[in-house]
Every structure is written in C-alpha cells, then in structure tokens.
C-alpha cells in the first residue's frame, strides 16, 4: 500500500501524487495530514523550510473542499508573490483530478481587477499575500466572511515583513468557526500572539525542535577582515566549482552590487530584489532553475519562495539582522534529504552572533578557514581532469581532427596533457600567487572573543568621533546613524549618540569597534569625495543629541570641532539618503587604469589586478557603475 494511501488520502489525490512521483511523505505530512482529515481542528505546525509543508495543508484542504459549491472556501497566506504563485501552482498540481475545483493566485504587480474577475467566475481556493489580499477587501472586491479554512504559511516571515496589521485584519473579517492553520519555520512572540488571539485549543505539530535547523544542513564559518568579505566569497566560489547557490545579503543594494562585481569578474551570477520588476524577477529565476545561474544573490524578502532543487550552498554574504532568520536562509539548502551546507562569512564584530545561531538551531557551526591560493588551483585541476574524463564526445569534432592534429603535431602525450590544464591552471595560479591568503584571520583569540572572552583591544566604555559629513550632505541624525551602521556592518545599538551639524558630525560606539571604525571609514568615497574620521579630543559637555542624551562633545561653537591638517569643507551636491542602503565596498577587483588605488588596493592586503575568469566565453566588460546615493 502506497504510503500517502495510509495517511487517509483519496484517489483523486493519490493519481496525482503519483504523477508528480512522490514516494514517502515528509516527517511534517506524515504528522500533519492525519490530523486535518480526522479532526475539524486549528492546527499550528512548526517545519523548516523545504520539508513539503505546502502538500502538508494543501492535501488534506482539497480533500474537505466541495467542488460543486464555487463559493470561496479557503485562503490562504503567503508572504510573497512568488511564494504565492509557487503555491497556487502546487496547489494546482494537486487538485488536477478533482473535477471543478479552482484556485486563484492573488498579488501585487498584477492586475487587481483581472484578479477580482477571476474570483467571482468562482475560486474555491485564493492564495494570496497580505498587502493585495488586504486591498481587495478594502474595495469590496472579494468576500471571505464565509469561508472555512485559512491556512497562514510562513507565519514568522509575514510577520517580520511587516505584516501583523494586515494579517489581524484579514483574519477579522473571517467566520471565528472556520479552521485556522497555521505553518511556521521558528515561533517568535509575534506568531504566538496570532495563535492565542485567533484559534480555538489548536492541535500541535512540530518536527525536530523548535526553531531547530535542518539535520540535512552543515553550517560553517569562515572569519574574515570586513575588507576581504567579497574576495573570501570569490575564493569559496572558486573552491567549489559545482556551487549552486543562493547569496544572502541584506540590502537591495548590497545585492545588486555584489552581483555586478561577481558578473564582471566572470561568474555566472545575478541579483533577486524588491526593485526587480515581475518580468526581470520572472527571467532571473528562469536562469536560475535552468542553472544557467551558479550564483543567486538575493535579499531575505526577494528569496522567501524560492523552490528550487539541489542547491548545494547558501552563502550568508551578510548576517541577517533577526537571527531567526538564519533559519529561513539555510532552509534553502538541503531540501528532499539531500545535503547541503550554509556558510557565514563574519568579521570580528560579528564573531558572538555564531553562538546566538546556534542556541537558536541547535547546532554546532564547524569553524573553517579560506582556501589558499595553491589549494584552489588542485581543486580546480582536479575538476577540470575529471570533467574531461566525463565529457560525451560529439563525434562532429572528426571533421576537423585533421587540422587540430596538425597543430598539435609533435606534442607527447604527457606534453598534451600538461598544455590542456595549463589553459585553467594558468589563469588561476597567477592569480593567486600575486595575492595574500585570507587563512590567517582566525586566531585562538577570536575563538575566545566568540565564547565571552574580553577583547584585547577593548578598553571599556564608548568612542566619540568626529566625521567630515553632516546636513549639508543631505544628513539628519537618522539617515547619518542608519549610512554608518549599514557601512560598518554594526548592530541597530551599536552607533548612539549621533549630533550632525552642518559641515561635520559626531557620533559614538563602543570602544571594541574603534579599529574597524577607523579602517573602514577613512578613506571611504561618498559620491567622488573622501570621507575622514578621527577619534574627538572632546569628550566632556553637556549638549544633548536628539533624544534626550548627554552627546557628549559641547558644541558650543566653531572651535569645538576637532583642529584637522589639511582639511576641506564637505560638497553639498550628491547628497546621501539613507532610505537606499549603502553599497558594499569589500573586495572588488579592477585593472589597472593609471588611477590611483582605491582604498585596499594596491597596498598589502589589496588586490590590484581583475580576479581570473570563470569562463571564457565573458569577454572583458566594463566595470559596473557603482550605484548612485540618490
């Protein structure tokens, strides 16, 4: 007997499992199928991502919907529209037998009225995201005062999204006798808020623990300086030549960046963000499934939906600024029971957040080094002999065998052999030869700073600092904290006590994060001019910032700003606005121009050349205009 058969599914559904082909249910449909089809119960089941949750409610909602009433029966939420669109295709799939029955997906980005259109010719089933779902209702557009089941997928995204508003009102317009079921990754106070509020004693469903991460996802960490994020993500990339990965960063523009320095040292890669349209969102993931993509670089809300087979890696270019959220990104990989690996790439700042993770998932993060330059030319020697070993000749290649052996006359067969993978090994082993490893960034000291361990460099209490930018730079206090926090990859307290005047600011942190400070920002180029920071002599007064707070630095007039050699009064054109995050500038590669090196090139530690290709059929493109602060 089949085993979807013993959970109590019918035949309709059982022809259609067996022409998707699926064998055993999932530990979450094993738990969860039984219990909708025996009970007219809530239900709240807490599941990773890519454990089959959709087939979870989605069988047993097709089984207790009747086809012959075209009323809506059923809504359920998502968080975005491609996880919208991604359910209401599955849900498609499954029901294919069940004569009558419809499901409508509904969205932004697409036509509402189109939409409305399409429920009233009769939809027992809308999937739909909170914001569209929310306005339909607003207009009269569609009624759900009847319905008997509403099912929230992805709970925990929908609320950090944004969504808890739409989602109280949305379930307040529905009968308080329907069924509500609700899936979940973690279960953060939120979640468990629209629980209590909305369903009646639910049945309860978890597989592993809590908040637990996958047992089929390995996670590692790899300790960089901030400088060498983007040159520690190449070298993972070149150490894996068969990655298939999803890129996490945290801003629009980290991603769009990032992908434009990958595509323009030749890696096959692109950017997944809010700003994309449907069409270049649609023709991305098109690339993506066909693996004409190696490497997704995505935000956390672009990818929520992303379903997508044998990813091998998920790559924190960035940590997320919810911890829970990890979850969700390492979900990614390791789906059907394959295997798969979520790395993290952290600095110093960063390093304690590892051990938050794992209290969260529960697991351990195995601590590891970045590959050495001769340790990715063996890599990819080795993949490259094993390639040629594994190719199919196409034997339309006789025709000009003639030729070639010509070519090659006179060559021994080892000489061959050495001039084939010389092509690959060339490229990468000048390369590296001329650049530093990345290895050496972890230290018994970091892993002691990671368990508790004071910093050597930390003195206690706070560093005030003076900097060259203020409001004549399109600054106030929170668009100049949000630009230092975002550009110093710092928590949300990490940058207080901010007072921006006209031409120069001030601003505190804690005095651990001094070096990095002063690393990162001097020298920083904010739309063609160089940012200067210096540690302020001034410490004392009583003037308060915008909240309240002793700022500390009494401006009382010109002569408290800092005395500064060489100093040149800030340009008012090419404002920054803090609205559009700031772009990463670790790593990136250039050739040489005649101009002077950025800041981390040409000097020890910097890279002065274009990193080697990926392949040769990218020719040389020109380098990507760094995004504008608009």
Avoid at 62 to 86: F, G, M, N
Avoid at 414 to 425: C, Q
Avoid at 511 to 519: F, G, L, S
Wanted: overall charge neutral; hydrophobic content about 35%; charged content about 30%.
């Amino acid at each position: 007997m089949n085993k979807f058969e013993q959970l109590g599914l019918n035949e309709s559904l059982l022809l259609a499992i067996k022409d998707l082909g699926f064998e055993n249910p999932s530990e979450v449909q094993e738990k969860a199928i039984p219990v909708l089809l025996e009970q007219n119960t809530d239900l709240v089941a807490l599941a990773q991502t890519g454990t089959g949750k959709t087939a979870a409610f989605g069988f047993p909602l097709i089984q207790k919907i009747d086809a012959e009433d075209r009323s809506t029966q059923a809504l359920i939420l998502s968080p975005t529209r491609e996880l919208c669109l991604q359910i209401t295709n599955e849900i498609k799939q499954y029901s294919k037998y069940v004569k009558g029955l419809h499901t409508v997906a509904v969205y932004g980005g697409a036509s509402i009225t189109e939409q409305a259109r399409e429920i009233k010719r009769g939809a027992q089933i809308i999937v739909a995201t909170p914001g569209r779902m929310q306005d339909m209702i607003n207009r009269g557009l569609v009624n759900i005062k009847n319905i008997n089941f509403c099912i929230l997928d992805e709970a925990d995204e929908m609320l950090n999204m944004g969504f808890y508003e739409d989602i109280v009102s949305i379930l307040s317009d529905t009968p308080d006798e329907k069924n509500t079921w609700l899936f979940s990754a973690t279960m953060p106070a939120e979640v468990a808020r629209i629980a209590k509020k909305f369903m009646h004693d639910p049945a309860e469903v978890t597989v592993g623990s809590k908040n637990s991460g996958s047992a089929t996802v390995s996670h590692e960490y790899y300790l960089v300086n901030a400088r060498d994020r983007y040159e520690a993500l190449k070298r993972l990339a070149d150490a894996n030549p068969d990655i298939f990965s999803v890129v996490f960063c945290r801003t629009k523009r980290d991603t769009q960046a990032v992908a434009e320095k990958l595509i323009e040292d030749g890696y096959s890669a692109a950017a997944l963000h809010g700003d994309l349209s449907q069409a270049q969102r649609d023709g991305v993931m098109k690339s993506f499934r066909g693996r004409q993509i190696q490497m997704l670089v995505a935000t956390d809300v672009a990818a929520r939906g992303i379903d997508v087979d044998n990813i091998t890696h998920v790559v924190n270019y960035q940590l997320p600024d919810e911890i829970e959220t990890y979850n969700h990104r390492s979900g990614r990989t390791g789906r059907a029971g394959k295997l798969g690996t979520s790395i993290v790439i952290v600095t110093k700042s960063e390093i304690r957040k590892i051990s938050s993770i794992e209290r969260i998932i529960q697991q351990k993060f195995q601590e590891k080094t970045i590959p050495s330059g001769i340790e990715i030319c063996e890599i990819q020697l080795l993949h490259l002999a094993n390639k040629i070993k594994d190719t199919e000749v196409d034997h339309e290649i006789d025709n000009y065998l003639p030729a070639i052996n010509e070519v090659l006359e006179g060559l021994s067969k080892e000489e061959l052999i050495k001039k084939m993978v010389s092509v690959e090994f060339n490229r990468f082993i000048n390369y590296y030869k001329k650049n530093r490893d990345l290895s050496s960034q972890s230290s018994g000291s970091d892993r002691r700073e990671r368990d508790g361990a004071p910093r050597e460099n930390n003195n206690g209490g706070a560093t005030r600092y003076f900097v060259n930018i203020g409001s004549r730079d399109d600054f106030d206090w929170m668009q100049l904290k949000d630009f230092l926090k975002e550009t110093l990859e710092l928590g949300r307290d990490d940058v207080f006590k901010v007072d921006v005047k006209e031409g120069f600011s001030f601003f505190n942190t804690d005095a651990e994060h001094t070096d990095k400070v002063m690393e990162v920002l001097n020298g920083y180029d904010l739309n063609g001019r160089r940012i200067n920071v210096e540690i302020s002599k001034n410490d004392g007064g009583g003037r308060r910032d915008h909240n309240g707070r002793n700022s500390g630095g009494g401006f009382g007039g010109r002569s408290s700003a800092p005395r500064r050699e060489g100093s040149f009064a800030p340009r008012r054109e090419g404002g920054f606005r803090s609205d559009r995050n700031s772009a990463p500038r670790e790593g990136g590669f250039r050739s040489d121009r005649g101009s002077a090196p950025r800041r981390g090139e040409g000097r020890e530690g910097g890279v002065s050349e274009r990193a080697p290709r990926r392949s040769e059929s990218f020719g040389d493109s020109p380098r990507p205009r760094r995004p504008r602060r608009d």
